[in-house]
């Protein structure tokens, strides 16, 4: 059930505000706690192929899971590591239907990338995000990606972008190791008729082996974009040992 304005009235009138996510107490006009809204970093150094923290001794810059495969993005960065009480905010954002919380998501990774990674916005000529089959949209009512890149499109000033489509729905891929997922995506993207572009920045919320957005990735450069800077609010953690 999607929260409406005027249900968050009456809340705030009739109950005590609590913490969505703990039940703590909270101001008014507040829906988390600050501790529910502090983290975890994925500190760098990074693989430049999956964006998890590498050793400081690395000298190729790719970790030991990601050698010999091959991506279709130039760039990743995942400010935040994919465990409680993020990945709890995620959980409620993509399927409780609280889709306000994206604004919320979106302003903590825009503050990572102008404060921590301080990106070059003017770099890019558009922001666009993975999308999701109609079928998930109509169970779902919104686009977890989406919401994440229009709200990073309005702090940042750079067009959202509307390039990808997909083909089939696909089952859960949560269990489904790279090659697997790898496989599943092949050839479910197409991009979509309309602007063409130099740069984009390809919005995700949790980077987990990388073949949706490599994939996207691919498709995106088989269309005329020379750059494809993939930027997920999260990663989930994995092993990183230096491949050399």
């Known amino acids: 059930m999607r929260f409406k304005p005027y249900l968050k009235g009456v809340t705030d009138i009739f109950a005590p505000r609590r913490c969505l996510l703990c039940g703590k107490a909270l101001l008014k006009g507040e829906y988390f706690c600050g501790k529910c809204l502090t983290f975890e970093k994925n500190y760098p150094p990074s693989c430049r192929k999956c964006g998890r923290t590498i050793s400081l001794k690395s ?32 959980h409620l954002f993509k399927y409780t239907g609280h889709d306000f919380i994206g604004e919320i998501l979106a302003e903590k990774l825009f503050q990572a990338l102008t404060s921590g990674y301080y990106l070059d916005f003017r770099r890019y000529n558009g922001i666009t995000f993975v999308p999701i089959h109609k079928q998930k949209l109509r169970e779902r009512e919104f686009n977890q990606s989406f919401i994440l890149a229009e709200n990073i499109s309005k702090h940042s000033g750079i067009k959202a972008a509307d390039t990808l489509g997909v083909k089939r729905p696909l089952k859960s891929q949560t269990k489904k190791n790279y090659t697997d997922r790898q496989k599943a995506v092949k050839g479910n993207f197409y991009f979509k008729p309309g602007e063409r572009y130099k740069r984009l920045i390809l919005i995700d919320d949790v980077f987990t082996t990388g073949a949706t957005v490599s994939e996207c990735g691919r498709v995106l450069k088989e269309n005329s974009v020379e750059e494809v800077f993939v930027i997920t609010l999260s990663i989930k953690p994995g092993r990183t040992e230096a491949a050399g």
């Open 59 to 90: 000298e190729t810059g790719v970790c030991s899971s990601c050698r010999g495969k091959k991506r279709y993005f130039d760039r990743i960065y995942s400010p935040f590591l994919f465990k409680p009480p993020l990945s709890d905010l995620i």
